[in-house]
């Protein structure tokens, strides 16, 4: 999630007011969060960086333009769908002219091939606009195949989300293009080897299979008795333990914290007691 939009920290990114945008630098912080979301994927042995597909809607869109403009290393090809920033009614964005002028300063740099996407009844960038923000950016030097879809439902804006039945073949092509078909899946990394609390049942030893399993962060809350919780995909450890001592509050009021994310707590050894 970008930052201070679900449960990601800091403040949303604040492009000015309508009257006072500044594209570009409010692109460059969703920039250095995309990169930074790269860099921590690099990091992971179950992910490799090498040949990236950046993929954004709308907002998103318009900030997968800017990465190409910078792009980290290993990102090969780039898709916008409905790329664009400021629209604040049908049809009425603000500051049109700078949001062109922000896309033809992402031409001059950016080199990585690219497909956009803009359906015909798009009410947030509609058709003049869309061509007006690739024609900028192509005739700065950027690489980009522009695809003016059918009018979708309603509203084109939503094409990518509502419409998953009508791109694909268009992104196919796109990538086939570019000889970037599917490539085998790597192997998933090895889960932690942790003993279950002693007192588990049958029933919660293979629960806590299950969370040994999960996507951080993550606690497991025990109790003397047996009786447990758990909670997975929390903003950080210590609400993860938070979280399952609550959950597990509700059958015991012993509960403690037994293990946390891939680690045991000090409450392990021979089983919480």
Same mark, same amino acid.
């Given at each position: 999630?970008?930052?201070?939009?679900?449960?990601?920290?800091?403040?949303?990114?604040?492009?000015?007011?309508?009257?006072? =945008?500044?594209?570009?630098?409010?692109?460059?912080?969703?920039?250095?969060?995309?990169?930074?979301?790269?860099?921590?994927?690099?990091?992971?042995?179950?992910?490799?960086?090498?040949?990236?597909?950046?993929?954004?809607?709308?907002?998103?869109?318009?900030?997968?333009?800017?990465?190409?403009?910078?792009?980290?290393?290993?990102?090969?090809?780039?898709?916008?769908?409905?790329?664009?920033?400021?629209?604040?009614?049908?049809?009425?964005?603000?500051?049109?002219?700078?949001?062109?002028?922000?896309?033809?300063?992402?031409?001059?740099?950016?080199?990585?091939?690219?497909?956009?996407?803009?359906?015909?009844?798009?009410?947030?960038?509609?058709?003049?606009?869309?061509?007006?923000?690739?024609?900028?950016?192509?005739?700065?030097?950027?690489?980009?195949?522009?695809? @003016?879809?059918?009018?979708?439902?309603?509203?084109?804006?939503?094409?990518?989300?509502?419409?998953?039945?009508?791109?694909?073949?268009?992104?196919?092509?796109?990538?086939?293009?570019?000889?970037?078909?599917?490539?085998?899946?790597?192997?998933?990394?090895?889960?932690?080897?942790?003993?279950?609390?002693?007192?588990?049942?049958?029933?919660?030893?293979?629960?806590?299979? @299950?969370?040994?399993?999960?996507?951080?962060?993550?606690?497991?809350?025990?109790?003397?008795?047996?009786?447990?919780?758990?909670?997975? =995909?929390?903003?950080?450890?210590? @609400?993860?333990?938070?979280?399952?001592?609550?959950?597990?509050?509700?059958? =015991?009021?012993?509960?403690?914290?037994?293990?946390?994310?891939?680690?045991?707590?000090?409450?392990?050894?021979?089983?919480?007691?």
């Amino acid at each position: 999630m970008r930052r201070g939009y679900g449960t990601s920290g800091g403040d949303a990114e604040n492009d000015g007011p309508c009257g006072r =945008r500044d594209y570009v630098a409010e692109a460059g912080y969703a920039v250095a969060d995309l990169k930074a979301a790269v860099d921590a994927m690099a990091r992971r042995p179950d992910v490799t960086t090498d040949g990236m597909i950046a993929v954004g809607h709308s907002a998103g869109g318009f900030h997968t333009v800017a990465l190409t403009a910078d792009p980290p290393p290993g990102l090969v090809a780039a898709i916008s769908f409905a790329g664009g920033r400021g629209s604040r009614a049908d049809n009425d964005v603000c500051q049109e002219n700078d949001l062109v002028s922000a896309f033809g300063a992402f031409g001059r740099t950016s080199r990585v091939p690219m497909l956009w996407v803009y359906a015909q009844n798009d009410r947030f960038f509609g058709p003049a606009l869309a061509w007006r923000l690739f024609s900028a950016f192509a005739a700065a030097g950027g690489k980009a195949e522009f695809v @003016a879809a059918p009018a979708f439902g309603s509203e084109g804006h939503v094409l990518f989300s509502s419409g998953t039945a009508d791109w694909p073949a268009t992104v196919d092509g796109f990538l086939g293009a570019h000889q970037l078909g599917l490539r085998p899946p790597l192997d998933p990394p090895a889960q932690p080897v942790l003993a279950p609390p002693s007192q588990l049942s049958a029933g919660g030893r293979k629960d806590f299979a @299950a969370y040994l399993a999960a996507s951080p962060h993550k606690a497991f809350a025990v109790a003397a008795n047996g009786a447990y919780a758990w909670r997975t =995909r929390q903003r950080d450890a210590d @609400a993860a333990q938070a979280a399952a001592r609550e959950a597990c509050a509700k059958y =015991r009021p012993d509960c403690v914290i037994y293990a946390v994310d891939d680690g045991l707590t000090r409450n392990a050894g021979a089983g919480a007691r």
